[in-house]
């Protein structure tokens, strides 16, 4: 009912920034709270932030409070994440994903984008 595709990965240096997108189309975005995921190598998947439909509340991952921030424009169908103070830590690929409730567990999620790599060299 609805695709993803997420965009605004990179190859960047610590500190530095990266602004990530996802873009939906299918039935309207607003239908949806959103999250964001990543998957470093080795490693589980693991939520770093979610936004309700209207944007009204999020959540963040303790790893990215006050680094990252979600947002997202229901006219254009884009939900984005600001990642900011980037670490080699953050290094995963990054995945957004759409649920029909506010959640932050992965399995719930009932939508996913193909990801887009982030990496942050030190």
């Known amino acids: 009912q609805v695709q993803l595709v997420e965009s605004g990965g990179g190859l960047v240096q610590a500190g530095d920034s990266l602004r990530l997108s996802c873009a939906a189309s299918?039935?309207?975005?607003?239908?949806?709270?959103v999250g964001w995921f990543r998957q470093a190598p080795g490693k589980e998947r693991e939520f770093v932030a979610v936004?309700?439909?209207?944007?009204?509340?999020?959540s963040y991952a303790d790893s990215v409070k006050g680094r990252f921030t979600i947002s997202r424009d229901n006219l254009k169908n884009t939900v984005s994440l600001q990642m900011n103070s980037l670490k080699p830590e953050d290094t995963a690929v990054y995945y957004c994903?759409?649920?029909?409730?506010?959640?932050?567990?992965?399995?719930?999620?009932?939508?996913w984008g193909q990801g887009t790599q982030v990496t942050v060299s030190s």
């Open positions: 994903a759409a649920s029909a409730w506010f959640t932050i567990r992965g399995n719930d999620y009932d939508y």
């Open positions: 299918g039935r309207p975005f607003s239908t949806y709270t």
């Open positions: 936004i309700t439909r209207s944007g009204s509340r999020t």
